[in-house]
């Protein structure tokens, strides 16, 4: 196991915080990397996995951009992009509420469904890049993170 420093080449940090910092990133973008690469050969983004993983949960009633755009584990992610170019896939379906002529309901295709059946070992068999840790440990580390974010 290489420490943060040894990984980057940075052999002295102003403080354990900028340590910190730098080595949530640098993992973040290591994490995020290997996963878009477990999904190319699908020709899909992490950020429309989500979305159709999202819609996947609300199935088979649709669900609104608002719903979407909460749920987003990336928030800057254009969600209106996404879902279009979800629905140029035959991922996702797009359509009118017919109560309220101006809200947008998104619904997930069996293509979609299909498509996550197809992922769904994938991403399981990304949760395995975690598996370094013991149950307790993630138990920690994800406390860490939450109160990370509560401040």
């Given at each position: 196991m290489k420490d943060i420093g040894e990984e980057i080449v940075q052999p002295h940090f102003t403080s354990e915080y900028q340590k910190l910092l730098i080595n949530l990133l640098y993992t973040h973008n290591q994490l995020v990397d290997?996963?878009?690469?477990?999904?190319k050969d699908y020709d899909i983004t992490r950020q429309?996995?989500?979305v159709l993983r999202i819609l996947r949960g609300q199935h088979p009633k649709p669900a609104a951009m608002?719903?979407?755009?909460?749920?987003?584990?990336?928030?800057?992610?254009d969600t209106s992009r996404l879902v279009e170019r979800l629905r140029l896939k035959n991922l996702v379906q797009r359509s009118t509420?017919?109560?309220?002529?101006?809200?947008v309901e998104?619904?997930?295709t069996e293509?979609?469904?299909?498509?996550?059946k197809e992922t769904d070992p994938i991403i399981h068999e990304f949760e395995?890049?975690?598996h370094n840790l013991n149950g307790e440990e993630a138990k920690q580390l994800n406390f860490l993170l939450n109160k990370l974010r509560s401040a």
């Open positions: 290997k996963l878009s690469l477990s999904l429309q996995i989500n608002t719903l979407i755009k909460e749920r987003m584990l990336d928030k800057m992610s509420n017919t109560h309220d002529r101006r809200a998104i619904r997930i293509e979609g469904l299909k498509l996550l395995k890049h975690l």
